[in-house]
């Protein structure tokens, strides 16, 4: 699904932010180890020169946080970066302060922020002023999308950046999960990643396209500063075989100079 000219990514050689291959293996070995020593979903996934959206999520805030950042993870939950715990341990020593924000009490099992907020991602108030923010797969769950930027708007100074990492609205996935009961949710999810049900919550995608995001930020004077669809092929991760379909079915698109189905989207929004 190649989707409009406004969703497809612009060059990525035109910034800075776009993390090289050096940055990708780098998480790679954080997360796996080495490359003879990890498992075969991480080798199977190298042979076909293929980094997961998580990865291309973790290197970029690794690019992005400093020792003088002051960083506010939005909707955090237990951790930073669930799949890559030294990176998580890493970037919270690294930077001068993280706030984690959320209103679930799966919040205090976090052992990376340096202070837990326990407050509605969509009415947080503070005085505080945050040169970075995140959110991890937290876009798809907001109800108010107007009413989160505004709030971000308030934290973040001219030059500070809101990092949105979120599933592509116009994906499988996310269709399916738009027409089936939340009920199902879980129940599918455990099968295909073996999640629990305290990670499970409800989804509207209000905020999930290019386009929503771009309106969205403008009206609060962000500009996007860097935008990226990711290819997707962890639907069948757990499953050899068709993981392996998956990743030929990826190859396949990338021949045909096609966008791979199954999409995440990852912006950087710089406020003015």
Known sequence: ?????????????????????????????????????????PRLRLRYDYFTPDEWYEALVDRLVRED????????????????????????????????????????ENPYVHERVKADVCRLQTERKFDLVTLRMVAEHIAEPDQLVQQLSQVVPAGGRVVIYTVYR???????????????????????????????????????????????????????EWFRLLDDCRSFQRFRLLN?????????????????????ILGVFRRR
């Not at 000219?5 to 790679?28: G, H, K, M, N, Q």
């Not at 509207?204 to 386009?211: A, H, I, K, L, S």
């Not at 392996?244 to 995440?264: N, S």
């Open 1 to 41: 699904m190649k989707g409009t000219t406004l969703e497809r990514e612009e060059p990525a050689a035109a910034s800075t932010l776009t993390p090289s291959r050096v940055d990708l293996e780098r998480i790679f070995a954080l997360k796996h180890g080495r490359r003879e020593e990890s498992g075969w979903g």
């Open 170 to 224: 116009w994906s499988p996935v996310p269709i399916i999960t738009a027409l089936t009961p939340f009920s199902w949710h879980h129940r599918i999810k455990k099968i295909l990643w073996r999640t629990e049900a305290r990670d499970t919550f409800p989804t509207v995608f209000r905020m999930n396209t290019r386009r929503a995001l771009r309106s969205l930020f403008a009206r609060q004077n962000f500009e996007e």
């Open 244 to 264: 392996h379909l998956e990743l030929l079915g990826l190859k396949a698109c990338r021949t045909l100079g096609l966008g791979y189905p199954e999409r995440c």
């Open 69 to 108: 950042t002051t960083w506010l993870d939005v909707g955090c939950g237990r951790s930073l970066f669930p799949s890559n715990r030294e990176l998580s341990r890493e970037l919270a020593g690294r930077c001068r302060r993280l706030v984690g924000l959320d209103p679930d009490d799966t919040l205090d």
